[in-house]
């Protein structure tokens, strides 16, 4: 929660020149507030599906902030295995974009091998994400969505690479920013990565509108941070289980698919050793810093993306 705080106490000058979320006393006894109406379009694996949903839940939940997650499904594409899940769990486009959200977060997808108008779904996906851009105070794309959302707003293509960025590797966070989507985290953070495509720092660098926040020497970008925090793109996956890593491991050996090991993962690289888990509390200080940013930057009218 932002803090009220008279901009005359000496450790003001400080908390502002850190981002330090606050508001006045005078705004703070004019608030509105309302519940935050936060959407989810999860686009993962049947397979995973309720997992994300309570992976991501988790991230939202970790705030003193009263939020309203909708989980958002597409009007004509149809699921094979969990339509009925989604009948009973989510809303449709149409629904969501009547009524209007806050913020916006769109999940990765295992849709990696296909050019994205190939994409079953991308002609309805295409004009949902361009309402949002123009709707949504802010939307979290996350592995394969920040691919996809970097394709159709700055034509901007992920590299293919010849062995899977997959495992755990630390990353700087580039705090010389002064961004608030980082503030108060570690200086170095580890961050697990799984994917086989990707967008680097010499494909970012010809767009002004976009900034790197985190990265890693070894797997790029991690972070991105476009139109002043309206979009946010994060390549790898903070929201992994401790076993996440290693069920898609063991699944593709299992299935004679090719699979390199994942690297800083297991220790000792002994795979029957369990995982530690190095990642979840700055993914969490990420997810906390974006709630409230949209809470201190949103219209009291759901239906307008920023303040007046």
Known sequence: MPLIINKKLPAYKALKKESVFEISPERASKQDIRPLEIGILNLMPSAVVERTELQLLRFLSNTPLQIHPTFIYFDEHKSKSKQGHFDTFYKPFKEVRSQG????????????????????????????????????????????????????????????YKKKQFGIFQHTVHHGSNSPFILGMDDVTFIPHSRWRGVERKDIAPHKELEILISSEEVGPHLIVGRKG???????????????????????????????????????????????????ANGQVFYANWINWVY???????????MD
């Not at 996350?142 to 293509?157: D, P």
Request: hydrophobic share 30%; net charge negative.
């Open 101 to 160: 959200l806050d913020g916006l977060i769109v999940t990765g997808a295992n849709l990696e091998e296909y050019d994205f108008e190939d994409v079953h779904y991308w002609k309805e996906l295409g004009p949902f994400l361009d309402w949002a851009g123009k709707s949504v105070t802010s939307t979290i794309f996350s592995c394969w969505a920040v691919h996809a959302s970097l394709y159709r707003s700055y034509g901007l293509r992920a590299r293919t």
């Open 296 to 306: 201190q930057t949103t219209n009291f009218d759901v239906k307008k993306p920023l």
């Open 230 to 280: 309206r979009e946010l793109y994060i390549q790898g996956h903070p929201e992994y289980d401790r076993g996440d890593i290693a069920e898609e491991y063991f699944r593709d050996k299992e299935k004679g698919v090719r699979i390199n090991k994942p690297k800083n993962y297991f220790p000792g690289d002994d795979e029957k050793r369990t995982p530690l888990k190095t990642w979840a």
